[in-house]
């Protein structure tokens, strides 16, 4: 695992284990993984999702 993908994976743990997100299900992948839905939980968090989190994500051009 590649740093990247080490920060997006601990970012998102941090996020459901401080109540950030909320686990709405779960399945297995074809691979045998489990997957989990999760769902941001309200308003407030959603906002802040928006305005801040996806940001970090963003590819920046230029």
């Known amino acids: 695992m590649g740093?990247?993908?080490w920060v997006v994976?601990?970012?998102w743990s941090v996020l459901f284990i401080t109540g950030y997100?909320?686990?709405k299900g779960q399945e297995n992948s074809e691979d045998g993984?489990?997957?989990y839905r999760l769902l941001i939980p309200n308003r407030e968090i959603r906002s802040l999702f928006i305005?801040?989190?996806q940001v970090w994500f963003q590819d920046?051009?230029?």
């Open 3 to 5: 740093f990247r993908q």
């Open 60 to 62: 920046k051009k230029g």
């Open 9 to 11: 994976h601990n970012l």
């Open 51 to 53: 305005s801040q989190i």
């Open 21 to 23: 997100l909320t686990q």
């Open 33 to 35: 993984r489990e997957r």
